[in-house]
């Protein structure tokens, strides 16, 4: 609901700036040290996803549902080639904006992966794009014009999750990793 959301969000900003003011429905020291198991803000950005689960508002539930759609790192951009609908709708699209996003890019076989998909080549021809290549009513123009002039997207990526898994003498092993465009490994699990 529409308080959760404003106390979360308040939460983590408060979570990650470097000063004690706290925003209104967030919490700096003095709310985590008054918990049962006390603990302090690091006053930083978060480090892994899981840490989350310690911001004020968060609930295991609902970490559960969101997990998969949202990351640590970038700059707060999406990049609008390889967005989820879910993640296009928690910018402020549409359904039926995120929908057709989405259907540009599979193009004309609605298939991914096959010859005709589309890309946005570049960030200010999204609107141009969008509203050239598919119907778009005056509520998705509009979810469209204030999601773009709010500087949400981007059309590459610098972080990309790499998942493998391996088995040799029957231990099977799973490695879960974050590399950025240069190589760079940022986040390593095993």
Same mark, same amino acid.
């Given at each position: 609901?529409?308080?959760? +959301? ?11 700036? %470097?000063?004690? #003011? $706290? ?11 008054? =918990? ?8 930083? *950005? =978060? ?9 004020? @508002? ?18 707060? *951009?999406?990049?609008?080639? $390889?967005?989820?609908?879910? %993640?296009?709708?928690?910018? #402020?699209?549409?359904?039926? /904006?995120?929908? *057709?996003?989405? +259907?540009?890019?599979? #193009? ?5 992966? $096959?010859?005709?998909? *589309? ?5 200010? /021809? ?8 598919? &119907?778009? @009513? ?5 979810? /469209? /014009? ?8 981007? %059309?590459?990526?610098?972080? &990309? ?10 231990? $099977? ?18």
């Amino acid at each position: 609901d529409a308080q959760t +959301a404003h106390t979360l969000a308040n939460s983590i900003l408060d979570w990650q700036d %470097v000063d004690n #003011g $706290t925003r209104e429905g967030g919490a700096e020291n003095f709310y985590y040290r008054a =918990l049962k198991d006390s603990y302090d803000v690091p006053n930083r *950005k =978060l480090e892994i996803i899981e840490e989350l689960l310690w911001v004020k @508002g968060m609930t295991p539930d609902l970490f559960q549902k969101i997990k998969d759609l949202v990351t640590i790192w970038g700059d707060g *951009k999406i990049n609008i080639n $390889t967005a989820s609908r879910e %993640v296009l709708l928690s910018v #402020g699209c549409t359904a039926s /904006l995120a929908e *057709k996003i989405v +259907a540009y890019r599979l #193009g004309n076989d609605g298939v991914a992966g $096959t010859e005709d998909d *589309k890309v946005f080549d570049r960030v200010e /021809l999204i609107p141009e794009t969008l509203m050239r290549g598919a &119907f778009l @009513g005056m509520e998705d123009e509009a979810s /469209l /014009l204030q999601t773009y002039s709010m500087s949400m997207f981007t %059309v590459s990526s610098v972080y &990309f999750t790499v998942k493998a898994q391996g088995t040799v003498g029957g231990r $099977t092993e799973r490695i879960d990793c974050i590399l950025d465009r240069s190589g760079k490994i940022s986040s390593w699990r095993e």
